[in-house]
């Protein structure tokens, strides 16, 4: 997506120094629609270059990071989720069986090419696993090999959503019967963008993609920088274990792109971008949908429902990468780079996409914002504890008898999420450890149930809040195979940038798999050490907290720092 591409006069400089940022702008070349060239042409990246007018590492880099660009690719292309709700659906074998199904494994492509077949890490089915993208269309549930070998009906069930807060917040239009756009032409028309930050402000909402950071603060240090700034919409829930964003972008699409708005309005933004995973196709289709509709219904253009303020939304596609959650990878690829973390300061509320100041705020954040400018600021910070205000959407998986995503107070008991709504695992299965925060998170016993679900309270058990997806693993897995499964995830998706994590999440892998021993107990500690303390962002800096606090739970030796 090239929109919004000018850099703004008199800041030539505040490209990130990105050689290749500088090159397209001095020579007016289109570097941001490099990815969707490499999604849309079979030519060889040097060729697209040449196209585009570009040195060809700048096409090679993007070509050979994301993982939808690198996949083997056949003429039917099927994606099997790999991640550790699927995983422990099944006991692991699901992968296999649909290896065995299409006759074909994984990361390689049918003799004839009729199909190919490719892991990857999170569909948004953790409450259905295992799952599977064919194509563009969803699978998910038992029998998912039979499913997709044509032998049993498909099934992609939708996903069951209750609060549990009694006044629905982000949840508000699928339960509460709150229309979309109620709230943004009030403000557009009457309101100051003062207005709205200072609701915010009051409600002390915070991030809820994992990083917990205020969402004010970000609106307010945009704010001291000029004109033109930008406002993203992270979508990239790649977090195993979560699926709220997807559950808000397919079914009240409308919400987010209300909460953009905004937001947009709130820091002066004439230009808003809703960052979409490419797993979740339906999910940007149907926030395509929703802007072409608000576009028509008035509320987006030149003159956004009859305000004089100019504001655009987009919908840009991302292209396989987890890592590309984190902000100032999101902002490299939607440049058109390679997705990988950029260091720091500069932030990306000073210098973000293409120079401007850009606020990043996740998809369930931005949701909650309508209900704040409706409600009042004092009445979602009522929510929650005092410390921590508001609501999360707890992604329940596949092992519970009632899984789904539930709205409850930050502060409510994991016990009452688990056992009173999620009803305790399903067929009798024993509980063993919860995941809770994804993969970056870390791991709770049955132990400790009673501790409530906020940051604060979970850090002090080496967990994190994170997107509030909550994993469990029944006994019929090892601790040694939940550990492997959390390396695998680590070496696959560390973005490589900086050598602590890209090293040493291929370092921790291997010695995973290596039987215990002093040598290995050292070598295992250092590697802990060096992640936690080089690592340049939070991915591999929390990696090692996951890890020991997965081996507390099952008793690991070997796995302290």
């Known amino acids: ?113 009729s199909v190919s077949l490719q892991a990857v890490r999170c569909l948004g089915y953790c409450f259905s696993g295992p799952a599977a993208l064919d194509g563009v269309d969803a699978l998910a549930g038992p029998g998912l090999a039979a499913q997709l070998g044509g032998s049993a009906p498909r099934t992609a069930p939708p996903i069951p959503v209750a609060c549990d807060t009694g006044a629905p917040v982000v949840t508000a239009g699928l339960l509460g019967g709150s229309q979309p756009w109620s709230v943004w032409p009030g403000v557009a028309a009457s309101a100051n963008p003062e207005d709205v930050l200072a609701e915010v402000e009051a409600a002390q909402l915070r991030g809820r993609g994992g990083a917990g950071f205020r969402a004010a603060a970000k609106w307010r240090a ?64 149907r926030l395509r ?33 987890y890592v590309s959650g984190e902000e100032t990878a999101l902002l490299n690829g939607l440049a058109g780079l390679r997705g990988v973390v950029r260091s720091r300061p500069p932030f990306p509320t000073g210098r973000g996409l293409h120079g401007r100041p850009t606020v990043v705020n996740n998809v369930e954040t931005l949701s909650a914002v309508p209900w704040i400018v409706q409600h009042g600021g004092a009445a979602y910070a009522a929510l929650g504890t005092a410390d921590e205000a508001g609501t999360v959407l707890a992604c329940l998986s596949e092992r519970f008898r009632r899984p789904g995503a539930y709205e409850v107070e930050i ?86 940038q900086c050598s602590p994590c890209r090293v040493g999440s291929w370092r921790g892998r291997g010695l995973a798999e290596r039987p215990d021993g002093p040598a290995e107990s050292r070598e295992r500690g250092e590697v802990l050490r060096t992640m936690a303390a080089g690592s340049l962002c939070a991915f591999g800096r929390r990696v090692p907290a996951a890890v020991q606090s997965l081996a507390r739970v099952y008793g690991l030796a070997g796995w302290t720092p």
């Open 411 to 496: 502060g409510t008991p994991v016990r009452r999420i688990v056992d009173d709504l999620g009803g305790g695992l399903r067929d009798g299965a024993i509980l063993r450890a919860l995941q809770i925060g994804g993969p970056l998170g870390g791991f709770l016993g049955p132990e400790d149930l009673d501790i409530p679900l906020s940051d604060d309270a979970l850090s002090k058990h080496g967990a994190a809040l994170g997107h509030a997806g909550i994993v469990a693993f029944d006994d019929r897995l090892t601790g040694g195979q939940v550990l492997q499964n959390l390396w695998d995830f680590a070496a696959e998706e560390s973005c490589g």
């Open 289 to 321: 949908e929703a802007v072409a509709q608000a576009r028509t219904a008035g509320h987006l253009g030149p003159d956004a429902a009859g305000s004089g303020f100019s504001l655009g939304l987009h919908v840009v596609e991302g292209a396989g990468s």
């Open 1 to 113: 997506m090239q929109e919004p591409s000018a850099e703004p006069q008199g800041r030539r400089d505040r490209s990130n120094d990105d050689p290749f940022l500088r090159y397209a702008r001095r020579f007016d070349r289109p570097i941001g629609d490099v990815p969707d060239a490499l999604r849309s042409s079979r030519a060889a990246p040097a060729d697209i270059a040449r196209t585009l007018g570009l040195p060809a590492a700048a096409v090679e880099g993007p070509a050979t990071f994301f993982a939808d660009f690198t996949a083997t690719r056949g003429a039917r292309h099927v994606r099997v989720c790999a991640a550790a709700a699927c995983f422990v659906a099944t006991a692991g074998t699901h992968v296999a069986e649909v290896e065995a199904a299409l006759g074909v494994h994984a990361g390689s492509r049918s003799e004839d090419g």
């Open 222 to 285: 945009a704010l001291e920088h000029p004109a033109p700034r930008v406002v993203v919409a992270n979508g990239d829930e790649g977090d195993p274990g979560s699926y709220a964003d997807r559950l808000l972008m397919e079914e009240d699409p409308h919400r987010v792109l209300e909460g953009l708005a905004l937001a947009c309005f709130a820091v002066g933004a004439a230009t808003g971008i809703v960052f979409v995973r490419s797993e979740y196709p339906r999910a940007a289709a």
